[in-house]
């Protein structure tokens, strides 16, 4: 039967990315690696373009240039090339090969391939070479994220000692939050093993000399040292039922998990500082305290302005799911949110947090911006949060975009948006306010400028 | 290129790229790279399968065939048949604008695709592909539809032709399929051929009737990034030149159905669309010229050329008549800019046809090109049409398809008798033919195909060029060298640069790009030398 979520065939405008993106940009984050697709050059060039849009910095990433030949007989020979220019020009730390729907459909055994290779070269020095596998006809480019992290944990990952650290994955979130979740976890006097950590590599100033490998990100060392940690803290709620690098520590090392939701809002953020005192057995600081303080000032300050307005929220479902109960927290009612993944989670998740506030809201997975836009025009929107590929939607509906997420190619600075804890909280508070109170003044009869 | 001052020597400058390569990689790369010296005939190296692990800038096939020839035309609904990605990065990312034409079908802004997902590899996707035909012809009544293979759309045997033409039958409109799947070819080269191929077959030739106008043309390899085509359409409407059909700014496909009855083609890119005109003579009898709206003088060269070809005395003054309204405000641009530019050297690493184009601009302002490159020309390009017949075909080009061509028993027009084509051959115009880049560049300059990453920055290292010009993929490397750089696929979201008004902004554009300031704050004033401190301490 054709419901509203099946109505279509095609996809027209699509609401979600392919797998190999995010584990490309996994690999970003981990110091002096090398994103490899494994199939056709236009993967790692497309994914290349894509992510340099986004964050202005350089991204490189090899590939095995299947040509019909390979299309055909197989990739080994390419892929074992591959690896020996890329070990020879970059001396990489760290290879990531992540497979493409080109090889994946042919069945290329990378494993098998990667032993033939480590084989060849046995007297040599060589990387940590990793395999994932992201197909792109299943899930999103966050499948691809999530898995290149469990891959990347579970093949380097080892337990020796236990060291006064935690390890954090915070899926796919900016520079600036990244950076913002170092600052909290060293506050906690622990050491942070944040993977991907592409605050530097992705977000960068001027060079002195060329690197290869852009400086920063987590290092393979750092990576290796996971199983020592006296916790893990995993964010997004798609990843309570997924088996994640956090299942795999916790399982193999028995480092104990933490699944909580992105840290957006007060209450979500409260139970991400609870956690770091539960395992860190630390007081939280002052500096949080007070601006978690301020918030809330704020919350109260922008009450009359924000408060029954009606939002949607699209992107990917964790960034969603926190969103939406932020907005429920300062009294706006997202009505409508949706996202291109079909994991099941935002269904799962959503309508609990909703009725909490005694509304109904409609939850969409699998849509696209054409199934968002039909469905947004009969309800009456005030604004609407998320990245810049909604943007036509707020055009046609006259109401204002708030950026949030991955990717921004219509502003700058999409690599700088926090979104994360009470400081993000507050940046996001700020920005939605002051769009919500733009609209009404630009489209006042009158002029005013105090209000 | 002609000036006045000789380009650095280049010494040394090949060796210092090879010595890091394993030999095989260095023997193969030593060929695609070339210190030119214009009087002798050299050969390069080009379109050739980039050796894995070498990051190379190019794309693939479906990039060439979706992207840059199909995307900008707006009444097409262009169904890209695969997983999400491919529709997704090639969603209005190239910066092609239009104008809605008479029937206000625009269908660029969207992202057609079918999608796939695990079952439909295993299964076959054909069935949703089908329902996706259905789907769009229901909610969009387009006139055309064309389906783009990706990767394992040619791996599952899905065969998109078949569906195209039993849906073309059921709808009734023009349906079609690209078997453009990436990893066909060396690059997006062959995606260009490709869909050359399949839009003279099955577009070309659709619609006879014979439009009103004197001197009617096509112009071929304009894709109209940042309005480009605007500012020449705006030129041949008033020289009195009737554009039939651009390929493929600002275009729609009744242009295309109705380009054979044109009298000349113009051809801007030779790289993407050189195969519409070699076919279009052949079976049309249309000759064509290779022309050039980028830089002013070039535009006034090429519309001279046009009206020389016509040897239409009324049109000959006119075309002199827009010059002369257009030259003043170039020159004072270029007097203002120039003190600030001259001397100064560039290098142009890009596409099929702009690291050749955008030397002219350069040279008006004075800058020179030190080093130039084609991201996925073939020889000719490089050393001009005359190396055609000493091109071997490799297995990669092999699998391209060479359309047969004859005479059209009914349309076949000679547009000029030979004598004619003689005579003005005789006058020293190029009919039908290429000189390529090579031939025009300065003694010394480096030339290199399908560049690296790596060998971009051996390349700055040695000449500190005061701009590179790029795409994306290298702008922000190369920026965080402290060298500007300039996009010439996309113009840096600027542009037009084309005609004589895009030569104005692309020199102010120049001007601001190697002039600006920023780069000296690199260095905080705490880094400086120590004396600067003892001063502070004495103070």
């Known amino acids: 039967m054709k419901t509203a979520e099946n109505l279509y065939t095609a996809t027209r405008n699509s609401c979600k990315l392919c797998a190999p993106l995010g584990a490309s940009l996994v690999l970003r984050g981990i110091e002096g690696a090398m994103p490899f697709l494994h199939g056709s050059q236009g993967c790692s060039t497309y994914i290349r373009r894509y992510l340099i849009n986004h964050f202005k910095e350089p991204v490189d990433i090899a590939s095995s240039n299947f040509s019909e030949k390979e299309a055909i007989f197989g990739g080994k020979q390419s892929l074992i090339s591959g690896l020996e220019n890329i070990c020879k020009q970059y001396q990489p730390k760290l290879i990531g090969v992540a497979t493409t729907c080109l090889t994946e459909t042919i069945g290329d055994d990378v494993e098998m391939i990667l032993r033939e290779f480590f084989l060849k070269h046995k007297s040599e020095r060589l990387p940590e070479i990793v395999h994932i596998s992201t197909p792109s006809y299943i899930g999103t480019h966050m499948e691809g994220f999530h898995t290149a992290v469990l891959a990347v944990v579970s093949t380097i990952a080892r337990k020796e000692k236990k060291l006064k650290q935690i390890g954090i994955f915070p899926g796919l979130v900016s520079s600036a939050d990244i950076r913002y979740l170092k600052e909290i976890v060293s506050d906690f006097d622990l050491g942070p093993v944040i993977l991907p950590d592409y605050s530097e590599t992705l977000d960068g100033g001027p060079w002195e000399e060329y690197q290869k490998i852009q400086q920063g990100g987590t290092t393979v060392e750092q990576i290796a040292s996971l199983g020592d940690s006296l916790g893990t803290i995993e964010l997004g709620h798609s990843l309570e039922t997924r088996k994640t690098a956090s299942v795999f520590l916790e399982d193999n090392f028995s480092v104990p998990r933490f699944s909580l939701g992105l840290p957006i809002g007060i209450k979500l953020t409260d139970l991400f500082f609870n956690n770091l005192k539960k395992i860190s057995g630390k007081e939280i600081p002052c500096k949080y305290q007070s601006a978690r303080a301020r918030l809330i000032d704020a919350y109260v300050d922008g009450h009359k302005y924000i408060f029954g307005k009606k939002v949607l929220v699209y992107g990917e479902e964790d960034l969603v799911i926190a969103v939406a109960s932020f907005l429920f927290e300062i009294g706006a009612v997202p009505v409508f949110c949706a996202t291109g993944e079909k994991t099941g989670t935002l269904k799962k998740v959503l309508p609990e947090i909703a009725s909490a506030y005694g509304k109904e809201i409609i939850i969409r997975e699998g849509y696209d911006f054409e199934q968002i836009g039909e469905e947004s025009a009969k309800i009456g929107l005030d604004f609407m949060l998320g990245n810049s590929k909604g943007y036509y939607l707020a055009r046609k509906m006259g109401i204002p975009l708030i950026r949030i997420g991955f990717p921004i190619h219509d502003r700058l600075g999409g690599q700088r948006i926090l979104h994360l804890g009470y400081g993000g909280t507050q940046q996001l508070f700020d920005r939605i306010l002051n769009a919500v109170i733009e609209k009404k003044q630009e489209t006042s009869p009158v002029g005013y400028s105090y209000m | ?539």
Request: aromatic fraction near 10%; hydrophobic fraction near 35%; charged fraction near 30%.
């Open chain 2, 1 to 539: 290129m002609k000036s006045d001052t000789k380009l650095p020597e280049p010494c040394g400058i090949q060796e210092d790229i090879l010595k890091k390569y394993p030999s095989k990689v260095a023997r193969k790369r030593s060929k695609s790279i070339v210190l030119n010296d214009p009087k002798t005939e050299q050969e390069i190296q080009a379109n050739i399968r980039t050796v894995p692990g070498i990051i190379t800038q190019r794309g693939c096939c479906y990039a060439g065939c979706k992207g840059v020839v199909l995307g900008p035309t707006r009444d097409i609904i262009n169904l890209t048949h695969g997983p999400i990605g491919c529709g997704f990065y090639s969603w209005a990312t190239r910066r092609n604008q239009t104008r809605p034409g008479p029937d206000g079908d625009n269908f660029m802004p969207y992202c057609f695709s079918t999608d796939m997902q695990d079952d439909n590899i295993v299964f076959g996707g054909e069935k949703k592909l089908r329902e996706a035909i259905q789907e769009a012809y229901d909610i969009f009544h387009p006139k055309m539809i064309g389906i783009f293979a990706t990767c394992p759309v040619g791996l599952i045997g899905d065969d998109i032709h078949a569906v195209a033409r039993e849906m073309k039958e059921k709808l009734g409109i023009n349906i079609f399929g690209f078997s453009c799947e990436g990893y066909k070819g060396v690059s997006q080269s062959a995606g260009h051929h490709i869909a050359n191929n399949q839009i003279f077959k099955h577009v070309v030739g659709l619609d006879d009737t014979v439009k009103e106008g004197k001197f009617k043309i096509n112009l071929l390899g304009e894709y109209n990034i940042g309005g480009d085509a605007f500012l020449i359409e705006d030129l041949f409407k008033r020289c009195g030149l009737t554009l039939i059909s651009t390929y493929s700014g600002n275009s729609s496909v009744d242009h295309f159905a109705n380009s054979h009855t044109a009298d000349l083609n113009l051809i801007m890119c030779h790289r993407s669309i050189n195969y519409v005109a070699k076919m279009m003579e052949k079976k049309f009898g249309i000759p064509w010229l290779k022309i050039n709206f980028i830089g002013a003088e070039a535009t006034a060269k090429s519309l001279r050329k046009i009206a020389q070809y016509f040897g239409d005395k009324e049109l000959i003054k006119q075309v002199e008549k827009v010059i002369g309204e257009e030259m003043p405000a170039v020159l004072e641009a270029r007097k203002d800019v120039e003190p600030r530019t001259r001397g100064k050297l560039a290098m142009i690493f890009v596409g099929g046809s702009r690291a050749h184009h955008y030397q002219y601009l350069f040279s008006e302002i004075g800058m020179k090109t030190v080093a130039a490159g084609y991201e996925f020309a073939h020889r000719d390009d490089y050393e001009g049409r005359k190396v055609l017949p000493q091109i071997k075909v490799d297995a990669d080009s092999r699998n391209i398809e060479e359309v047969v061509v004859e005479k059209d028993p009914k349309r076949y027009r000679l547009r000029k008798t030979e004598q004619e084509l003689d005579a003005l051959k005789k006058k020293g115009m190029e009919i039908s033919k290429y000189e390529g880049m090579m031939s025009e560049m300065e003694p010394n300059s480096v030339v290199i195909d399908d560049i690296s990453q790596y060998e971009t920055e051996k390349l700055i290292d040695k000449y500190k060029p005061a701009v590179f010009c790029a795409g994306i993929k290298e702008k922000y490397t190369v920026q965080k060298r402290g060298i500007p750089m300039k996009q010439l696929h996309s113009y840096d979201y600027g542009g037009p640069f084309a005609a004589f008004k895009g030569a104005i902004n692309f020199y102010r554009e120049m001007d601001r790009t190697v002039n600006t300031k920023v780069w000296r704050m690199i260095k905080a004033p705490w880094e400086n030398e120590p004396e600067i401190t003892a001063t502070f301490v004495v103070e």
